[in-house]
């Protein structure tokens, strides 16, 4: 069976310098997607057109938005770029100009021109869970993230709250402290049928 070896990480979207390049449909989903999870990321637009729901969008958030055709100057400073375009050759300019830069990138929908994938995503409160099927299959990362919207309870947060007091006021050293709270919590998994 093929594993997905990716490595999970949760950035801080709002202090890194990110660019999409493209101002379609996919570069709408692209930034909606982003916008939904941190609001606050630090995103700027490049394209020669964009629509008007991007620019919308764009305005509400404080996105940069950029007309004109890409270049590799837009790489200054970044940390991260999106490649959305409907031409295949931009797009693959984007991914070498970057990989010679060493900035993380993702062609939407070319799954060999990608460092990173954008999964499904669930938040509630302080409580976020990615899914990720390897870049195989976004509708069954859609429709995971549907499940788990609905079972993870509305009032998780209020737990996680809780646990980070109680996190506080126990003594001892890391291992004693996550002793304590693994025993604390075990009954929040319930235990697998034999």
């Known amino acids: 069976m093929e594993r997905n070896e990716l490595y999970p990480v949760f950035l801080k979207v709002s202090q890194l310098n990110i660019l999409i ?3 379609g449909n996919v570069g709408l989903e692209k930034l909606t997607f982003m916008l939904k999870s941190s609001p606050h990321a630090q995103v700027e637009m490049v394209a020669p057109q964009f629509l008007e729901e991007t620019l919308a969008l764009a305005k509400k958030h404080n996105v940069k938005i950029t007309k004109d055709s890409y270049n590799k100057s837009y790489l200054q400073g970044r940390h991260m770029v999106i490649a959305t375009t409907d031409q295949v050759s931009v797009n693959e300019q984007v991914y070498q100009d970057c990989r010679e830069q060493q900035i993380l990138v993702n062609v939407a929908d070319n799954p060999p021109f990608c460092d990173f994938y954008m999964g499904g995503i669930v938040t ?12 195989k299959s976004p509708t069954t990362a859609k429709r995971l993230r549907q499940f788990f919207e609905d079972v993870i309870p509305e009032n998780i947060d209020d737990l996680v709250q809780n646990l980070n007091e109680f996190r506080k006021t126990i003594k001892g050293d ?17 235990k697998k049928k034999e």
Do not use: D, P, Q, R
């Open 174 to 190: 890391f291992e004693e402290k996550v002793e304590t709270l693994n025993e604390f919590t075990k009954g929040l998994v319930g």
């Open 21 to 23: 390049v493209g101002g």
């Open 124 to 135: 509630k409160g302080n409580v976020k869970v990615a899914i990720s099927t390897n870049g």
